[in-house]
């Protein structure tokens, strides 16, 4: 079983970044393929970026891609997305999940663990 917190969130002006963390606990941490999600105000959650554990390819929605990276350090049980270029419609709640699937999946039902999620406002 794998534990999730997120940290990192917080209020940033347009054109500005952030750098979202998440840090896992339990065995295992290098196989498992990570997700970011997010759900804005009103919103249905949506995938935002994915790394897989074993290719260690990186996917992205198309209304970050270029503006968002995501990056793991195995050695310290962490995943990063770091987040440029912020608009007012990056804000919302951010989740970071875990599966054990070989690949990137993009349907939040997928992923077997989550974290509580960290408030990202984007103020224009």
């Known amino acids: 079983q794998v534990q999730l917190v997120e940290s990192g969130g917080g209020l940033v002006q347009a054109g500005g970044s952030l750098r979202l963390s998440c840090a896992a606990s339990g065995r295992g941490f290098s196989r498992y393929t990570m997700g970011w999600f997010r759900q804005g105000p009103g919103k249905e959650r949506e995938f935002v970026a994915g790394?897989?554990?074993?290719?260690?390819?990186?996917y992205y929605a198309d209304s970050v891609k270029g503006r968002f990276t995501f990056s793991r350090d195995n050695d310290k049980n962490t995943v990063y997305l770091q987040m440029n270029s912020l608009k007012p419609e990056d804000t919302a709640v951010y989740y970071c999940?875990?599966?054990?699937?070989?690949?990137?999946?993009?349907?939040?039902?997928?992923?077997?663990?989550w974290g509580q999620g960290t408030q990202v406002t984007v103020s224009s």
């Open positions: 999940a875990a599966d054990a699937s070989t690949v990137v999946l993009t349907m939040s039902r997928s992923y077997e663990y």
């Open positions: 790394i897989s554990w074993r290719t260690g390819s990186t």
